[in-house]
T-cell receptor, first 117, second 116 residues
Framework: AQKVTQAQTEISVVEKEDVTLDCVYE???????LFWYKQPPSGELVFLIR??????QNEISGRYSWNFQKSTSSFNFTITASQVVDSAVYFC??????????????FGTGTRLTIIP | NAGVTQTPKFRVLKTGQSMTLLCAQD?????MYWYRQDPGMGLRLIHY???????AKGEVPDGYNVSRLKKQNFLLGLESAAPSQTSVYFC???????????????FGPGTRLTVL
């Protein structure tokens, strides 16, 4: 069984500050995918990134960056120069890849990020 | 493309009533899923389908039934609603999994259900 832990329930930062959202996972599978989704106040879930367990390169997309460290089973998400539009609930998720075909996407409990103007 | 749509957006039921939530996708995806989201618990998988005519149980299937008669539609039914089923329900879809590869899921806007 797999587990995703987002220990930070709520974070508030002042606009333009940098903020890091933590994600720690557990899985016995050697191959898996990690995801981050954003849920803005409007409620829909927006896909942000997918990362394969074989690819430990960090990724940057504009103000967003992701740090994947297999050694610590972490996949942290950093927003640089935060903006009010970044206020949302962010979910980390894990999907193992095996030969059984019955793997599921497991979500963390989410981190509510509030950017204070 | 509309993506993934859900009907209705809001619903209030009385305990014991039944209802069906409809999910439709126009992306020709093989896989479809129903989740529920509750405060502090993230999203939990109720049922899923890997193709037309097939369904399987997820993490929290009790009290729900599903059907996938058409590839583009995935229905979630509550036969006898209970207050514990008050939640936000999300439908999602994804393309067929290729060996060793997994696509992201595309989510609908959600249905907020209250059971009194």
């Amino acid at each position: 069984a797999q587990k995703v832990t987002q220990a930070q329930t709520e974070i508030s930062v002042v606009e333009k500050e940098d903020v890091t959202l933590d994600c720690v996972y557990e899985t016995r599978d050697t191959t898996y995918y990690l995801f981050w989704y954003k849920q803005p106040p409007s409620g829909e879930l927006v896909f942000l990134i997918r990362r394969n367990s074989f690819d430990e390169q960090n990724e940057i997309s504009g103000r967003y960056s992701w740090n994947f460290q297999k050694s610590t089973s972490s996949f942290n998400f950093t927003i640089t120069a935060s903006q009010v539009v970044d206020s949302a609930v962010y979910f980390c998720a894990l999907h193992p890849i095996s030969n059984f075909g019955n793997e599921k996407l497991t979500f963390g409990t989410g981190t509510r990020l509030t950017i204070i103007p | 493309n509309a993506g993934v749509t859900q009907t209705p957006k809001f619903r209030v039921l009385k305990t014991g009533q039944s209802m069906t939530l409809l999910c439709a996708q126009d992306m020709n995806h093989e896989y479809m899923y129903w989740y529920r989201q509750d405060p502090g618990m993230g999203l939990r998988l109720i049922h899923y389908s890997v193709g037309e005519g097939t369904t399987a149980k997820g993490e929290v299937p009790d009290g729900y039934n599903v059907s996938r008669l058409k590839k583009q539609n995935f229905l979630l039914g509550l036969e006898s609603a209970a207050p514990s089923q008050t939640s936000v329900y999300f439908c999602a879809s994804s393309p067929r999994e290729l060996a060793g590869y997994y696509n992201e899921q595309f989510f609908g806007p959600g249905t907020r259900l209250t059971v009194l």
